[in-house]
């Protein structure tokens, strides 16, 4: 049974979304990319640190024959809120021609993987579609099509599955939300 709080740092978070749920949720979208993706051997690029439970679980959904990699980015937002995206660990693999479909924890504003496609179009790869495991729909800015979302949530700041606060509760296996 998932805990019903936990405190991290100098934050209190409730119970939002229990394992079951989220990897039901993961189960969706994996019958959704099984069906699009069922000829086309998809490289999936996974966006650290946030992203690495929904990528594992994920993945174990998944039934073709298919590649993952992983990317490792750093946002520095600036006044004007476009955020600046920096590129820490890279893509060995070669893309072009490449059915790719990146795998992030959450679209928040969507700056991030807005970022993420120009750098990975430069790259010539076949198609990219998106995949996310929570988006908030309020806070986006940018005309984003999403194609694969496991969930909408409101704009409540959310931890546990991989997402942190300061660092820490990305160990935790159900999602909680700021109380
Ligand atoms: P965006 O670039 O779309 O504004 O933000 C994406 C990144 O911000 C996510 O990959 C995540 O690291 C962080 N983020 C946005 N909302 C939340 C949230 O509710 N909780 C946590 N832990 N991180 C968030
Ligand atoms: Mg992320
Ligand atoms: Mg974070």
Redesign the pocket.
């Known amino acids: 049974m998932a805990s019903q709080s936990v405190t991290l740092h100098d934050k209190s978070f409730g119970i939002y979304l229990p394992e079951t749920e989220i990897l039901n949720d993961i189960k969706v979208v994996a019958d959704r990319i099984n069906e699009d993706y069922a000829s086309l051997n998809p490289l999936f690029v996974a966006?650290l640190?946030?992203?690495f439970m929904f990528a594992s679980d994920l993945l174990k959904e998944v039934s073709m024959p298919c590649e993952i990699s992983f990317m490792k980015v750093s946002?520095y937002e600036n006044t004007t809120s476009t955020?600046q995206?920096t590129e820490l660990v890279g893509l060995k693999e070669n893309v072009a021609g490449r059915h790719l479909v990146i795998l992030?924890?959450?679209?928040?504003?969507?700056?991030?993987?807005?970022?993420l496609l120009a750098m990975l179009k430069e790259r010539n790869p076949a198609s990219i579609e998106i995949a996310t495991l929570?988006q908030?729909p309020e806070?986006?800015?940018h005309e984003l099509s999403v194609k694969y979302i496991g969930r909408e949530?409101p704009n409540?700041?959310?931890?546990g599955y991989g997402?942190?606060?300061n660092g820490l509760?990305r160990n935790l296996r159900d999602i909680y939300?700021v109380l």
């Open positions: 966006v640190n946030g992203s946002s955020g995206v992030e924890d959450i679209v928040d504003t969507g700056n991030t993987v807005v970022k929570l908030k806070c986006l800015k949530i409540d700041f959310v931890v997402l942190d606060y509760g939300k």
